[in-house]
């Protein structure tokens, strides 16, 4: 928790971290999913050349040189103003319209897709990011894998996560434990 909330601080907690000052939109504003037609979408012009392709793409152009927006500044503080100029824009729009019309502006942008959705995303297929396994209580389960791949360390899940004392008889034996000391531990109740 430590490491994602330092992560997030200034993007997301800009207004926590001076609690007495004037509130200000904060970069999550921008982060946050456009709605189309037929889903959502994120997109995000992070520099001026972005922006005014946006613009341009969307059927805006003329806001390209509107001063809430000209600058990265102006654009953060009328955050709220920009949205409103472009959600209806973005709503009358298919998602593959909408992403076609950023893409081709140079616009980072993608679909916003569902949790069913990810399994069969085609960057998460060709990562090979979801592992299947057996779980020998649960059955079929399926997880993420380490993110980190290195190559003369690589990483990976090589078993289940264990049961309520499945390893037990393992741990103690390796520490030194023998059979019959583990079954007084057991009988006493010291271990499951």
Known sequence: ???M???MWLEVFWNEAVPDAEPTPTYSDWYEPWSTSDGQIAVNWVNYEQYKGACRVLGKPELADDPRFAT???RLKNSAAQRKEFASILQSMSTEEALAALQSADVPCAPVISREQIFYDPQVLHNET???MTHPTAGRTRTARPPARYSVTPTSIERHAP???????EILTELGFSATEILDFRT???VA
């Open 163 to 169: 049961g309520k004392g499945e390893h037990t008889d």
């Open 5 to 7: 909330l330092h992560w």
């Open 72 to 74: 990265r500044d102006a």
């Open 1 to 3: 928790m430590d490491c």
């Open 130 to 132: 979801i592992l299947e």
């Open 188 to 190: 006493a109740k010291i």
